[in-house]
């Protein structure tokens, strides 16, 4: 259970080649004497009954600092991915996932002035059938990005019970890092990956209501397949 810091690094770089052309209840005794590999099923099946689910942190990988802020709500998503200072906005509504970034990212990139500033600034339309941009698409695809999220490096074991973010959690430790669990339903409260092979961090899961993301308008969306990328 990690990060996935590489993922997002890899997809950043990719995309930029190709720019430049509710919950669900638990039993009354909870979860705390599940075993760990039933715990991680539990937690993958309690985030994806869940309407609305924000994952926000932020690490490190091989020098490069990275953050995490999206917001779940129903089969939509919009949020930000920061690596190395630079920011991608990313947004999926009415089953159309789009990434964002300025001109200046664009261009640092590789990009050719003229595509930098005519991509800059808008909403350029993730092609699902692109493996490339499929990995970028996968930040706003909830069921995607959790099984990233919580798919372990090797054995997991239990550890001791401990109080994270004011919530009792059950603890799961792989070969990478952390995963605390709400010890009433399963739900995840944090990840911390520690210094593996996919560098280290911590991300929090919040429950409170996402506001409701409507999709960009028209003329702020690019479709790099109209321009020949």
Do not use: H
């Not at 720019?19 to 669900?24: I, K, L, R, T």
């Not at 993958?44 to 932020?58: A, F, H, P, T």
């Not at 200046?104 to 800059?120: D, Q, V, Y």
């Amino acid at each position: 259970m990690t990060m996935r810091t590489r993922t997002l690094s890899l997809a950043v770089a990719s995309a930029l080649v190709l720019a430049g052309c509710g919950s669900g209840g638990s039993d009354d005794e909870g979860v705390a004497d599940l075993s760990a590999t039933k715990l991680i099923s539990t937690a993958k099946k309690q985030l994806g009954q869940e309407d609305n689910v924000r994952i926000k942190g932020k690490g490190s990988d091989e020098g490069q600092e990275i953050e995490v802020d999206i917001g779940f709500a129903g089969g939509d998503a919009e949020g930000s991915v920061t690596a190395s200072g630079q920011t991608l906005g990313v947004l999926k509504a009415d089953g159309k996932s789009y990434f964002k970034a300025d001109a200046k990212f664009f261009e640092s990139s590789g990009a050719p002035a003229e595509a930098a500033r005519t991509i800059g600034g808008k909403w350029v339309l993730i092609d699902p059938n692109n493996a490339d941009f499929a990995e970028l698409g996968n930040f706003v695809s909830k069921d995607k990005f959790v099984d990233e999220l919580l798919d372990p490096e090797g054995k997991v074991k239990k550890g001791k019970e401990k109080k994270v973010n004011g919530v009792d959690c059950v603890t799961l430790k792989d070969g990478e890092g952390t995963l605390y669990l709400d010890k009433e339903d399963g739900r995840p409260v944090s990840l911390v990956s520690e210094g593996g092979s996919d560098g280290e961090g911590t991300l929090n899961f919040t429950y409170e209501k996402v506001d409701p993301v409507e999709a960009p308008a028209a003329s702020e969306v690019v479709d790099l397949a109209s321009l020949g990328g």
